[in-house]
C-alpha cells in the first residue's frame, strides 16, 4: 500500500505526490500554483531523461506546440536532475475508457457518440495543420469533463513529421484493438500514413461506443486479432445498434481497410453530418473556418481589381475581429487572422464605414450582373471572383453553380429596390 506523504515542489508553485492516477497509469497527481489560493490539481508525468532523452524532447516539441479545445492543456515543463516533469490539466475528469465500462449494456444516444466525433476530426484535422500524429489514440487517452467536452491526453508516442516523414515503416502504439491495420503491420503496405492510421484509431473508438463491441463481434485472443481485422478488408462493416445510416457511413469511412481509400480529417470534416453539427454548436466558428478556406482562394486569385480587394478585405477583417474570441493561436484560422492584420498593416488598408462598404458592395456586384446582361456570360475569372465575393459577404455556402441562377440571385438580394 502506498504511504500519502506531503507532496514534492518541483519549482515555486509546482508540487507532486507519489499518488498514481488510476485511470492514467503513470500519471502522478500533482499540483499548480501549490500553496497559494488558486491551487489546482492536476497531472504529471515524470520521465527519466537517462533512458528516455530523444522521445521524452519529442513529447516535449509537441507539447509545446498544440493549443486546441480538444487537447489536454499542458500548464509546464519541467526539466531537473535529469528527469522531465510535465504538469497537464486533469481536475473533474474521467477517461472514456470509463465511460465505456460503465455503459457496457447500455444503450447510446446517437447524438453522444457524434459530439465524440465532431470534436476528434476537428482536433485531428488540427493536428495534421500542424503535422502532428498522435499514434496512440484510444479510450485510456481520451478525458471527458463536465462541459462534455472530449480532450485527447497523453502525446507520448506522437511525434511532428517533416514532409518526407508523412509515411513512414515503422509503428508505434498503444492498445492494439484501436490501431490500425498498417500500424499493426497486417496491411502489406509498406508505409504508414499516420495521419490515416488516427483516423481508422478514432473510427474504432466510435464503433465501440456506439455498438458496445468491435467489429468482429465475438471474443477474440490477441493472436486472433489480425485475421479478424483482414476480414474487415472484405467485408461490409455490419451495425446492430447504431442506427443513422449517415453515422454508420461516417463511421464506414473512417474504417475502411486500405489507407488509401480511407478518408482524411478535412474530407471528415466535409460530411454533411459533422458540418450540421459544428453549425449547430458553434455557427460563428463555423462561418470563420469558411471564410478562412474564402481567404485562401481569394489569395490565389492574381492581380485582383482594387475596389474587388478593398470591399473583399473590409468583409474579412470585420467578422474575423468580431470574433477574434474564437480564434485560438496556433490553429489555422489564426494563421489567417494574422495575415489580414498583417496584410492591413503593410497595405495602410483601413475599415469602410458601413454605408460606404455596402454601398461599394451594391456597385461592384452590380458590374457583374451588367456584363453578364451585356455578353450573356461572364469569364471564369469573373465566375470565380463574384462566387468568392457573395459567399465572402454571405460568410456562407452560395446553394446554386448554375450561372444564371447566381446573377438571378445577386440581383434580387444586392440589387432590388
Known amino acids: ?57 519529442r513529447e516535449k516539441e509537441v507539447l509545446l506546440k498544440v493549443n486546441h479545445r480538444n487537447i489536454a492543456q499542458t500548464y509546464k515543463i519541467i526539466e531537473q536532475n535529469n528527469k522531465m516533469y510535465i504538469f497537464k490539466e486533469y481536475e473533474e475528469q474521467i477517461t472514456l475508457k470509463s465511460i465505456f465500462q460503465r455503459l457496457l449494456k447500455a444503450t447510446i444516444n446517437e447524438m453522444d457518440i457524434l459530439n465524440l466525433a465532431v470534436q476528434l476530426i476537428h482536433c485531428l484535422n488540427y493536428m495534421e495543420s500542424l503535422q502532428l500524429t498522435n499514434r496512440d489514440l484510444n479510450p485510456a487517452n481520451i478525458l471527458y469533463n463536465r462541459e462534455r467536452v472530449y480532450k485527447i491526453f497523453d502525446f507520448g508516442s506522437s511525434r511532428v513529421l517533416d514532409d518526407n516523414q508523412i509515411f513512414q515503416s515503422m509503428a508505434v502504439g498503444g492498445n492494439e484493438f484501436f490501431m490500425s491495420p498498417q500500424m499493426l503491420g497486417i496491411d502489406e503496405t509498406p508505409e504508414i500514413d499516420y495521419y490515416k492510421s488516427d483516423i481508422w484509431s478514432l473510427g474504432m473508438i466510435l464503433y465501440y461506443f456506439g455498438e458496445n463491441t468491435f467489429p468482429w463481434r465475438k471474443s477474440i485472443q490477441d493472436h486472433q486479432l489480425d485475421e479478424e481485422i483482414v476480414k474487415m478488408s472484405t467485408r461490409k462493416l455490419q451495425f446492430q445498434k447504431i442506427k443513422s445510416i449517415q453515422l454508420q457511413n461516417l463511421i464506414a469511412k473512417m474504417l475502411t481497410y486500405d489507407q488509401g481509400d480511407r478518408a482524411s480529417s478535412k474530407q471528415l470534416l466535409e460530411d454533411p453530418l459533422i458540418q450540421d453539427k459544428i453549425s449547430e454548436s458553434n455557427p460563428q466558428l463555423r462561418k470563420l473556418e469558411f471564410l478562412t478556406d474564402q481567404f485562401q482562394k481569394l489569395k490565389s486569385l492574381q ?8 470591399i473583399a478585405f473590409n468583409y474579412l477583417i470585420r467578422f474575423f475581429t468580431q470574433n477574434k474570441s474564437l480564434v485560438r493561436e496556433q490553429s489555422q484560422i489564426y494563421s489567417f487572422y494574422k495575415q489580414l492584420l498583417d496584410y492591413q498593416m503593410f497595405n495602410k488598408k483601413e475599415l469602410l464605414q458601413n454605408f460606404k462598404l455596402q454601398y461599394k458592395t451594391k456597385i461592384l456586384i452590380k458590374n457583374f450582373v451588367n456584363e453578364y446582361k451585356k455578353y450573356s456570360t461572364l469569364t471564369d475569372r469573373q465566375n470565380q471572383e463574384l462566387v468568392i465575393l457573395l459567399k465572402i459577404v454571405e460568410c456562407e455556402q452560395i446553394q446554386t453553380d448554375n450561372l444564371q441562377e447566381l446573377i438571378r440571385y445577386a440581383e434580387n438580394k444586392y440589387l432590388s429596390v
Open 1 to 57: 500500500m502506498t504511504t500519502k506523504q506531503s507532496p514534492t515542489i518541483i519549482e515555486e508553485g509546482y508540487a507532486i505526490t507519489n499518488e498514481q492516477i488510476k485511470d492514467l497509469g503513470i500519471y502522478y497527481l500533482g499540483y499548480i500554483n501549490y500553496g497559494t489560493p488558486q491551487e489546482i490539481k492536476c497531472a504529471v508525468k515524470v520521465i527519466d531523461l537517462n533512458e528516455e532523452q530523444l522521445s521524452a524532447q
Open 303 to 310: 492581380e485582383l481589381d482594387e475596389t474587388y480587394e478593398e
